[in-house]
Structure formats: structure tokens, C-alpha cells
């Protein structure tokens, strides 16, 4: 009876979540209620609530649920675990492309994406959470990088710091145009040779 209880409470927060995807992509994430999120789930708002104490909560369990296996690959180069840690460059670039191309054959990982980097709006708590979580990140794209400098130098000018900050903006603004607007590029052609062009810089090539 208690496993039967925890499916349903598993079933009834992935139902608040599925609403959750599909209000805040239609009117984005500051305009919607918790009540219409209810109503589009079929739930109560206090079930809501049990869930999630808020909107900042569940737009980081819409994150959490469509996070990006490679995220776990640059923590693990960042620390100098693994095999992807011994080639530290090359693995990174992987990572990065593979990212885009997750986002490219994954509708689910686009509406969220486009929830939060278009529909965030003013929302607070969530917009300082994104932050926080983006500087996180930063820091260990940053020391990845430096596993990376200390096996072959970045050529010229790069630092891990600078690398770190190309990459990362360079992924997030393509990644917003193209959802924005799906007809001024290709993400998968463009994008990606964008990509490939930044790495052999960093390369020297």
C-alpha cells in the first residue's frame, strides 16, 4: 500500500510538472498562477503546494528533470577523474557538441530551455537561482579548462577563464536565437561548425 501511495505521489508531481512545461511556455513563468498550473494538471493547489513551495521550485525541477548528462562529464574533468579528464580538450569539446545536439532531437529539453532562457521574465527567486546555478557551472567549465591548459596549453591569448566564458556564452546565445527564432540559423549545421571553429582556436589551429 505505502509503494502504491508513492507511485501516486510520483504520478501526481510529474503531472504538475508536464502542466507546469506547458503554462509557462504559453504564458511564461512570472504570468502564470500556481492555480492554473493545478487546472491544467487536474489537482487541487494544495496539491500543488505539497509538491512544490513555489514557482522557483518548480522551475528548478523542470530543470533538474531534463538536466544534461554532459554536465556530469565536465564536473568529472574538473576534478581530474576518469578517462574523459586524461584527453581534457578533446572530452570537453564532446561535451559541448553533444549538449547541442541533445537540444537539437529533444522537444522536451527545447520547451524547457526556452522556459527558461525566453518565458523567465521578472520571477525573482527563479531568476536568482538561475544565476547562482549559472555561476556554478562557470566555475566548473573554468576548472575543466585548466585540467585542459595544464595537459596542452590553449594557444594565444586563451585562458581557461576566457575559454570557459566563450563556450559557455557562445552555447547559451546560440541555443536562445535558435529557439527564439527556429528560421535564422541551423543550430546543427551553423551551430556547430561555430562550435568547431572555437575549439581550434583554443587549439591553435
Given at each position: 500500500?505505502?509503494?502504491?501511495?508513492?507511485?501516486?505521489?510520483?504520478?501526481?508531481?510529474?503531472?504538475?510538472?508536464?502542466?507546469a512545461?506547458?503554462?509557462?511556455?504559453?504564458?511564461?513563468?512570472?504570468?502564470?498562477?500556481?492555480?492554473?498550473?493545478?487546472?491544467?494538471?487536474?489537482?487541487?493547489?494544495?496539491?500543488?503546494?505539497?509538491?512544490?513551495?513555489?514557482?522557483?521550485?518548480?522551475?528548478?525541477?523542470?530543470?533538474?528533470?531534463?538536466?544534461?548528462?554532459?554536465?556530469?562529464?565536465?564536473?568529472?574533468?574538473?576534478?581530474?577523474?576518469?578517462?574523459?579528464?586524461?584527453?581534457?580538450?578533446?572530452?570537453?569539446?564532446?561535451a559541448?557538441?553533444?549538449?547541442?545536439?541533445?537540444?537539437?532531437?529533444?522537444?522536451?529539453?527545447?520547451?524547457?530551455?526556452?522556459?527558461?532562457?525566453?518565458?523567465?521574465?521578472?520571477?525573482?527567486?527563479?531568476?536568482?537561482?538561475?544565476?547562482?546555478?549559472?555561476?556554478?557551472?562557470?566555475?566548473?567549465?573554468?576548472?575543466?579548462?585548466?585540467?585542459?591548459?595544464?595537459?596542452?596549453?590553449?594557444?594565444?591569448?586563451?585562458?581557461?577563464?576566457?575559454?570557459?566564458?566563450?563556450?559557455?556564452?557562445?552555447?547559451?546565445?546560440?541555443?536562445?536565437?535558435?529557439?527564439?527564432?527556429?528560421?535564422?540559423?541551423?543550430?546543427?549545421?551553423?551551430?556547430?561548425?561555430c562550435?568547431?571553429?572555437?575549439?581550434?582556436?583554443?587549439?591553435?589551429?
Open positions: 500500500m505505502v509503494r502504491k501511495t508513492k507511485a501516486e505521489a510520483e504520478k501526481t508531481r510529474t503531472e504538475i510538472l508536464d502542466a512545461e506547458t503554462v509557462f511556455l504559453e504564458k511564461g513563468a512570472a504570468s502564470t498562477s500556481l492555480e492554473e498550473i493545478a487546472r491544467e494538471a487536474g489537482v487541487t493547489r494544495g496539491a500543488v503546494y505539497w509538491h512544490f513551495a513555489n514557482k522557483a521550485d518548480i522551475i528548478d525541477a523542470l530543470i533538474e528533470r531534463t538536466r544534461f548528462p554532459q554536465q556530469d562529464t565536465i564536473a568529472r574533468i574538473a576534478e581530474g577523474d576518469g578517462e574523459d579528464a586524461a584527453l581534457a580538450l578533446e572530452a570537453i569539446e564532446k559541448c557538441f553533444d549538449s547541442l545536439n541533445l537540444i537539437i532531437d529533444d522537444p522536451q529539453r527545447q520547451r524547457v530551455q526556452t522556459i527558461v532562457l525566453l518565458r523567465m521574465e521578472a520571477l525573482g527567486d527563479a531568476l536568482e537561482r538561475r544565476v547562482a546555478y549559472n555561476r556554478t557551472m562557470r566555475q566548473t567549465f573554468t576548472r575543466a579548462f585548466e585540467v585542459a591548459h595544464t595537459q596542452t596549453p590553449l594557444a594565444g591569448n586563451w585562458t581557461p577563464r576566457l575559454a570557459a566564458y566563450a563556450a559557455s556564452t557562445m552555447m547559451q546565445g546560440m541555443v536562445r536565437e535558435w529557439l527564439e527564432d527556429p528560421e535564422r540559423f541551423d543550430l546543427r549545421t551553423d551551430g556547430l561548425s562550435l568547431r571553429s572555437l575549439f581550434a582556436s583554443f587549439k591553435g589551429e
